[in-house]
């Protein structure tokens, strides 16, 4: 998966441009592992109906809800962009206008607390979201919770507004259209009848992914991350028309989606199931050193083996197992990075009963051994930022277990 680079990052900052890669996770953000600054909060944006200066409707983000430290960094002809907190790191999101009635927003996060939606809907909207990368969880009216994860789509009826939502792994990084049914219908047909096509029916795409306002995810596929993969590298000097033809795109594939298909069955989880995992998330990086079994864990949490398993890899993207391994490792680089402590301290400290088994896993991982990565890292004078990127740039994926 490509990534950001040094100047686009600093561009997106200072609001002179969109992203071309996702933004490079700084160790500590991704997938909730520990971080080296204090925790950031976040509030999400809402979506609310407000009448222009010609008496137009249309949809705009709810900056209320972002907090007092947010701000219009940038508006140009064709996008606005915002900061979140007066942090820039906290996040940005950039809106274009699509058509008469649809929005686009790129969404940049390095975030982790709940929040809660407070506007309430009164229009027919339809939201559809793509993560790139990190998760996203939302918890319904109902008490029933649903992640999206790197490459899924969601499709969602605004009407079926989550109570909270958060970011489990601390960062996200997405897309999100915003549709307004009633007045993209005409400028959407008008695109079949160029297309001669009559596939182009919002209010279809409605009735066939969310009947009774539900909510459809569905699940990464190569057809999805064509589409989305080309909204994250098009040109800047072709960004508005570029745009207008990938919704487009969009739209004919969600006419022609096969709603059957098992991936595209949303699995849901009750409150008392995350509390449980996320109780058991946090038991098991509080005790490093100890180590446990699964069916320790299911006997001493009170939760069914199967369920514990299902549910740990929805929240946090991974097994039990490769997810206190990544946590371990990520454990180890901040302690040689921010401490004295030897090898074989920080070794025992995150779990490994020898020097020789930790070092050997954190060097399959960042590609260095740890005196290698301490003495490349630290000692010559990097800036936490900068070892924090070339630790993501040297160490492998292990998110699969």
Known sequence: MGRFGAKDTEALRAGQGRRRGPLRARLGDS????????????????????????????????????????????????????????????????????????????????????????????????????????????????????????????????????????????????????????????????????????????????????????????????SIQHIFSELYHAPECLMCPYIKLKVIELILFLSAANTDCEQRRCRYFRKEQIDTVKEIRRYLTENLSRRFTLAELSEQFHIPLTSMKQCFKSVWGSPIYTYLRDYRLHTAAAMLRETELGVAEIAWQVGYDSPAKFSAAFKQTASLSPSEYRKNFVRKGYSASDRNNLWNSSRVTIDKG
């Open 31 to 222: 997938r909730g592992y520990p971080q080296a600054s204090g925790r950031q909060t976040w509030e999400k944006h809402g979506k609310k109906r407000k009448k222009n200066s010609r008496g137009d409707t249309e949809i705009r983000t709810n900056i209320e809800l972002y907090g007092d430290g947010t701000k219009l960094l940038l508006r140009k002809k064709e996008c606005v962009v915002y900061q979140l907190r007066d942090d820039p790191a906290s996040g940005s999101i950039t809106k274009y206008e699509v058509l008469p009635g649809i929005e686009l927003f790129y969404n940049d996060f390095c975030l982790s607390e709940k929040f809660e939606h407070r506007v309430p809907v009164s229009s027919d909207i339809m939201e559809i979201n793509h993560c790139r990368e990190g998760r996203f969880e939302c918890e319904f009216q109902n008490n029933e919770f649903a992640y999206l994860g790197s490459g899924d789509l969601a499709v969602n009826m605004l009407w079926n507004q989550p109570k909270t939502s958060c970011f489990p792994l601390s960062h996200y990084q997405g897309i999100s259209i915003i549709i307004d049914i009633e007045r993209a219908s005409k400028p959407i047909g008008d695109v079949s009848k160029i297309l001669g096509s009559a596939a182009l029916d919002l209010r279809a795409i409605q009735s066939k992914l969310c009947p009774e306002n539900s909510c459809c995810i569905l699940r990464a596929t190569d």
